[in-house]
């Protein structure tokens, strides 16, 4: 059970203070009937509430993916640099979202943001190993002895052991890299320990979730069932 007036703040109506003033002017209903009192409590996975006529969701479970462009840091405060919160709209602003892992500040593609500290953290724990999928163009070509490399666990200049990899050549200076882990610039060092310096790379595909043609610099909300497949993971 929750309270009408909490439900209120989670929905993004307003402040406490402005719910308030909300209720009393009698624009808010929970299942057809008109509150004004804001201490009332229901069930909010079965009532509905409405301001104005319109459904209002509380703070429900949400995971949004972005496609990042570079030049955002993936924090959710920064001195120097624009963070990748200042791209969710203002719709989602209340929903108290926090991104999934990171990517670097030149790195573009897909990054998830979630309030669900459980799914947070089961997608960033190294345990899970989830694959993610980046497209890279960087110097020079991949070699049949890179794909090796990758597949056997490289060793990194620093003497850091990775995961096995799968690098898949797509040409001249292209390929398709997938890991299973996200340590500190993590592709662009295992190309460089090939001497495939990365000049830009983006995050296609993180388990089963595509970026597909989600626009640079949008946002979409996962469906219930690609929500309940994170959840499988
Ligand atoms: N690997 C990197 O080097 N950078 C990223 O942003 C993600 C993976």
Same mark, same amino acid.
């Given at each position: 059970?929750?309270?009408?007036?909490?439900?209120?703040?989670?929905?993004?109506?307003?402040?406490?203070?402005?719910?308030?003033?909300?209720?009393?002017?009698?624009?808010?209903?929970?299942?057809?009937?008109?509150?004004?009192?804001?201490?009332?409590?229901?069930?909010?996975?079965?009532?509905?509430?409405?301001?104005?006529?319109?459904? /209002?969701?509380?703070? =429900?479970?949400? #995971?949004?993916?972005?496609?990042?462009?570079?030049?955002?840091? &993936? !924090? %959710? +405060?920064?001195?120097?640099?624009?963070?990748?919160?200042?791209?969710?709209?203002?719709?989602?602003?209340?929903?108290?979202?926090?991104?999934?892992?990171?990517?670097?500040?030149?790195?573009?593609?897909?990054?998830?943001?979630?309030?669900?500290?459980?799914?947070?953290?089961? /997608?960033?724990?190294? =345990?899970?190993? #989830?694959?993610?999928?980046?497209?890279?163009?960087?110097?020079? &070509? !991949? %070699? +049949?002895?890179?794909?090796?490399?990758?597949?056997?666990?490289?060793?990194?200049?620093?003497?850091?052991?990775?995961?096995?990899?799968?690098?898949?050549?797509?040409?001249?200076?292209?390929?398709?890299?997938?890991?299973?882990?996200?340590?500190?610039?993590?592709?662009?060092?295992?190309?460089?320990?090939?001497?495939?310096?990365?000049?830009?790379?983006?995050?296609?595909?993180?388990?089963?979730? %595509?970026?597909?043609?989600?626009?640079?610099?949008?946002?979409?909300?996962?469906?219930?069932?690609?929500?309940?497949?994170?959840?499988?993971?």
């Amino acid at each position: 059970m929750e309270r009408l007036d909490k439900f209120l703040c989670d929905s993004g109506v307003g402040t406490r203070s402005q719910v308030k003033v909300i209720l009393k002017s009698g624009v808010v209903t929970v299942d057809g009937v008109c509150v004004k009192d804001g201490s009332m409590k229901f069930d909010p996975a079965k009532a509905v509430v409405c301001l104005r006529g319109q459904v /209002l969701g509380g703070k =429900k479970r949400t #995971v949004l993916m972005l496609h990042k462009p570079a030049g955002y840091v &993936t !924090a %959710t +405060e920064d001195k120097n640099d624009p963070t990748v919160m200042e791209l969710i709209p203002q719709e989602y602003r209340h929903l108290d979202l926090k991104p999934v892992g990171r990517l670097d500040k030149a790195t573009e593609g897909l990054l998830l943001f979630t309030n669900d500290g459980d799914l947070l953290h089961r /997608l960033i724990t190294p =345990k899970k190993e #989830v694959p993610k999928v980046y497209y890279a163009r960087h110097e020079g &070509t !991949a %070699t +049949e002895e890179d794909v090796i490399a990758f597949r056997e666990g490289l060793v990194l200049r620093d003497g850091l052991h990775c995961l096995p990899a799968i690098l898949q050549p797509l040409g001249a200076g292209e390929s398709l890299i997938t890991v299973c882990e996200g340590k500190y610039h993590q592709v662009r060092r295992m190309m460089a320990s090939r001497n495939m310096t990365v000049e830009y790379l983006q995050r296609r595909q993180e388990g089963e979730l %595509t970026l597909g043609d989600l626009p640079i610099g949008q946002v979409r909300l996962l469906t219930d069932e690609q929500i309940q497949a994170l959840d499988d993971i």
